[in-house]
């Protein structure tokens, strides 16, 4: 097989972008979309011609397909991608992968018993900056990591069956857990719901890492600018990433504090502060979805793990449950579980960072 027939469901917001991908990758041939809305499917025919076009899963179900693209609400992805898991297609499933823990790891196992490729569509891990910082960082040029900071605002589209926590930040979780390579100790978050009392439109979550390292992410829906930023700051240098900038998206910054190791100079508060260069490292332009539609493709045809397997979109569905229950706790501090699944490699203690980083060598 030297490429895979795939069929897309939902074709609304980000249906379409995967429409477009998938029709154009050379490992990929665009055989079907999926969508109730007639208007929608007649829009895509008239673009996409020979595409068979479905009103009903059961009949996109009955297609000789390898694979599907799942791009609905996500209270819907656990039962369609249950449904095509169990039809025997190798699925991928636009972020967040599921509504809950319970959801997200029940298709963690039928897609193992099924031995299928169940992918999260965490589209930045496949773009080069995310690449480039994960190198910057894992090559220690920035020291030992002391924070991260992320902001994720606009005048966003409000969803209903999702606060902003689950809209916005698996981008930045996934992000973090990618370039980190270890999981969270514990979670606590804060939101406030203007319209619709139980969907927050603006929300902090604060992630402890242990090892003196946290990671602060603030999502907003009633933004009047539009800000993608993220600081990722070392004992040596920091790196900000800013998403909006195209042509300088990495920069590098030599700049920052410096404490002594002399306990009575700690306790002194005593800091050295340091002010060098700024570099911008060169960022190859490409599109982190073809990248991301080429990496399923070729998972599938080499029958081999992706980057954004189940096993991340669980524990990022781990994050976004915990957040969600601290915000009803008034941001009271959820401790995560540490308990193995599949991978085996988080334990929950301060080793976990060097085990992983040792596996992933």
Not at 102 to 130: C, F, K
Not at 173 to 183: A, F, H, M, R, T
Not at 198 to 223: K, T
Request: proline share 4%; net charge negative; with cysteine.
């Amino acid at each position: 097989m030297s490429e895979i027939k795939v069929g897309v469901i939902g074709c609304g917001y980000w249906g379409p972008n995967l429409i477009r991908n998938f029709s154009c990758c050379p490992l990929t041939q665009l055989v079907a979309v999926c969508d109730r809305d007639q208007k929608r499917l007649d829009s895509i025919g008239g673009k996409y011609a020979g595409v068979k076009l479905c009103s009903a899963l059961d009949d996109l179900l009955e297609l000789e397909l390898d694979a599907v693209a799942i791009a609905t609400p996500v209270s819907t992805h656990f039962d369609l991608a249950s449904q095509c898991l169990k039809a025997g297609f190798h699925v991928l499933v636009e972020k967040p992968l599921a509504a809950s823990v319970e959801e997200a790891t029940q298709l963690v196992d039928l897609a193992d018993t099924a031995g299928r490729i169940l992918m999260v569509d965490h589209t930045y891990l496949y773009g080069n900056p995310v690449r480039r910082i994960r190198e910057i960082i894992e090559s220690g040029d920035l020291g030992d990591l002391y924070y991260i900071d992320s902001v994720r605002i606009n005048l966003g589209l409000f969803q209903h069956d999702i606060n902003v926590i689950w809209d916005l930040a698996p981008h930045d979780l996934s992000i973090v857990d990618y370039v980190l390579g270890w999981q969270a100790r514990s979670v606590s978050a804060w939101g406030c719901a203007h319209g619709n009392p139980d969907v927050e439109n603006v929300a902090y979550m604060n992630l402890d890492y242990g090892e003196r390292m946290l990671a602060n992410v603030h999502v907003n829906w009633l933004s009047p600018v539009k800000l993608r930023q993220m600081i990722f700051a070392g004992s040596r240098k920091s790196l900000v990433f800013n998403d909006l900038n195209p042509t300088e998206p990495i920069k590098v910054y030599d700049r920052g504090v410096e404490f002594s190791n002399a306990d009575e100079q700690r306790r002194k508060l005593q800091v050295g502060y340091r002010t060098g260069d700024v570099w911008s490292p060169h960022i190859e332009p490409r599109e982190a979805l073809q990248t991301m539609v080429t990496h399923f493709a070729e998972c599938i045809l080499e029958n081999r793990p992706p980057i954004t397997d189940a096993n991340q979109g669980l524990r990022i569905v781990k994050y976004l449950e915990a957040a969600t229950r601290s915000i009803r706790a008034q941001g009271g501090r959820i401790v995560l579980d540490y308990g193995l699944h599949h991978d085996g490699i988080y334990n929950g203690h301060s080793n976990g960072k060097r085990q992983l980083l040792a596996n992933r060598a």
